[in-house]
């Protein structure tokens, strides 16, 4: 053995370890066909090199023009499996370019096996023995060229030409990896087409006594092609890692926050969730996860709506949000929300991903801050009452009297001898009249000072208003404000607390009227309510009085301001957090010169649906 036939083995080796290794790469990942296609090419490097041996050694012209025509199915093969790899790797190169490099090898491989002796040669007359430095020796075949040989020379331009078409198609991307593979790898294939034409040109056109040797340029290109998948597995691997940390960080971080991860294939019904999901849904750790278990967790009164939420998102592809309870062994309840947002699949399927947390604890606290408000609201009806205490005693004096003279008119017709009966029946009559009228001034009374839960009902907002201004005729008399209403006819039903949005209104006609103390001229008071801007009732008291400054308009809502003398700064405050309760909204406005507005507006749910 001499050094030509080590280190053509030692070519073939390299290239078959080089594609065993991309090859056991590709079984690993079993993604992308990068590694599969450099397999390919190295395998028929290596058969080449072991052709290119024989052929050197070869003792008859016979021999040689067989091991030559049988060299050109790896030499094809590794052109249809570059311009695939260019194809692929590069996402660059004419279609149609790639295509008839493709058919013209191919053409080429066919002219091989059916004209002459081979691709190269129509006859092989002789070998010409030749000798390299240090004694290694070789042959070259001596005959007459095959004119089929054009074919594979067209081939091969067309294969420059779809090269250089691809590299510049990548570098005018711009991107500095993009320019480096363009430079790399597609200057190393169009530097090595162009070399094995050089020497096939110097040996069958020129006559030079060359070996028939392509190898070590298609090494080389392996070599470069190798080094960028090398690179390319390094930072998959690196981007491995990066996410393996940051998939650690984020588990952490829903550990610590108490959030549950998960997600849920609707294709192939695959479920995951984090450590953390298993006790929060209380799943056993034995049942395979699945997303009929965990919708099996939740309250029976719960489950339809989140199940329906659930396959919506997943039918639209879109996000979903919601809360719901969680039975407990003992009797106690977890209340849970959701978020999650599917992902719609090519194959027609899709990945939903959604994030659980605990909110018990919050439920909890926005009960207790309810209960708060209903005790605030409660004082604040009770310190409002206070005022109009005198007020009230005068409105049911005035029925108490009038049952008083009627009885005394009564028991003077009853003492004559002759009492006119039908006179004493309508005296008693008035008594039963004044009667009511003095209970329904109690029971007003007692209803704005009767502490409890917030209630729901349908509610005629028109007559929430007159149940006001009549408890509040008296008051307003004495203050010298003329009231006028201008209330919309037909106005749909609104779902509130009546209560607690009388005393809404009561505040609202008390902070109007205290503006309008000491300011000259009428007084004068507009009650109004329509149709406001969207699916909702407004509800406006407009004063005369001084007028709001604009940069108290906000101010005036925070709890513990007050322009009064001797106010606390909490009736409006209180206000705005029953107005927002009921899901509506409470603002002022000033007209910028004498008097101002407020307004509030209440959903209805006839006009929102």
Not at 36 to 55: C, G, P
Not at 202 to 213: A, I
Not at 553 to 571: A, D, N, S, Y
Request: charged share 20%; proline share 4%.
């Amino acid at each position: 053995m001499n050094w030509l036939d080590a280190v053509w083995i030692a070519l073939a080796a390299a290239s078959t370890t080089l594609g065993l290794l991309h090859l056991s790469i590709w079984f690993s990942r079993r993604s992308g066909y990068g590694h599969l296609l450099f397999f390919v090419l190295s395998a028929s490097i290596a058969a080449i090199a072991v052709f290119e041996l024989m052929m050197m050694r070869s003792v008859s012209p016979d021999a040689y023009a067989t091991l030559l025509r049988w060299v050109h199915v790896p030499v094809t093969t590794a052109v249809l499996t570059m311009v695939g790899f260019v194809r692929y790797y590069f996402h660059a190169g004419r279609s149609w370019l790639a295509a008839a490099v493709c058919v013209i090898r191919l053409l080429a491989l066919a002219v091989d096996f059916s004209t002459g002796t081979n691709l190269n040669f129509a006859t092989v007359t002789a070998l010409a023995p030749h000798t390299l430095p240090g004694g290694a020796g070789f042959v070259v075949p001596v005959g007459s060229p095959n004119p089929w040989w054009a074919v594979a020379q067209i081939d091969n331009l067309l294969l420059i030409i779809f090269l250089l078409d691809a590299s510049a198609t990548l570098w005018r991307r711009g991107e500095p990896v993009a320019r480096r593979r363009a430079l790399l790898v597609g200057g190393g294939l169009v530097l090595c087409v162009v070399c094995v034409v050089g020497m096939a040109l110097l040996t069958f056109v020129g006559g030079l006594p060359l070996p028939t040797v392509v190898t070590p340029a298609f090494l080389a290109v392996a070599a470069s092609m190798g080094y960028e998948l090398g690179a390319d597995s390094l930072r998959a691997a690196q981007l491995s890692r990066d996410l393996y940390d940051s998939e650690q960080r984020s588990q952490l971080a829903a550990r610590a926050a108490g959030l549950v991860m998960w997600s849920w294939d609707a294709a192939e019904d695959e479920f995951w969730l984090n450590d953390i999901g298993w006790e929060l849904f209380g799943i056993p750790r034995r049942e395979r996860p699945r997303l009929a278990a965990l919708l099996d967790r939740i309250h029976p009164d719960d489950r339809a709506r989140a199940a329906d939420l659930i396959r919506e998102a997943v039918r639209t592809g879109g996000s979903f949000e919601v809360e719901f309870r969680v039975p407990l062994p003992g009797g106690a309840t977890r209340w849970i929300t959701t978020r999650g947002e599917a992902e719609r699949r090519g194959s027609g399927g899709a990945l939903l991903r959604a994030v659980s947390s605990d909110v018990t604890e919050r439920r909890r606290a926005e009960r207790e801050t309810a209960q708060q408000r209903n005790e605030l609201a409660h004082l604040s009806r009770v310190a409002a009452l206070g005022e109009m205490a005198g007020s009230l005693a005068h409105e049911i004096n005035q029925p108490l009297m009038a049952i008083l003279s009627n009885a005394q008119a009564a028991q003077r017709f009853m003492a004559s001898e002759h009492p006119d009966l039908g006179e004493l029946r309508a005296i008693v009559g008035d008594i039963v009249e004044d009667d009511k009228r003095a209970g329904e001034v109690i029971h007003r009374l007692r209803a704005l000072l009767r502490k409890g839960e917030v209630r729901r009902d349908a509610l005629d907002v028109n007559e929430i208003v007159a149940d006001v201004l009549r408890l509040m005729r008296n008051e307003l008399m004495n203050r010298g404000v003329v009231v006028r209403t201008e209330l919309a006819p037909g106005l749909p039903a609104l779902l509130g607390d009546r209560i607690q949005l009388q005393q809404v209104l009561l505040n609202l006609v008390m902070n109007s009227c205290d503006a309008m103390e000491g300011v000259g001229g009428s007084q004068q008071l507009v009650v109004r309510t329509r149709v406001g801007d969207g699916a909702g009732i407004e509800v406006s008291v407009c004063d005369s009085g001084r007028g709001i400054p604009a940069a108290d308009l906000e101010r005036i809502f925070q709890p513990f301001f007050t322009t009064k003398q001797h106010g606390m700064g909490l009736g409006l405050s209180v206000c705005r957090t029953i107005v927002a309760a009921h899901g509506g909204r409470l603002w002022a406005e000033s007209a910028g010169g004498r008097g101002a507005t407020l307004r509030l507006s209440l959903p209805s749910p006839r006009m929102a649906a």
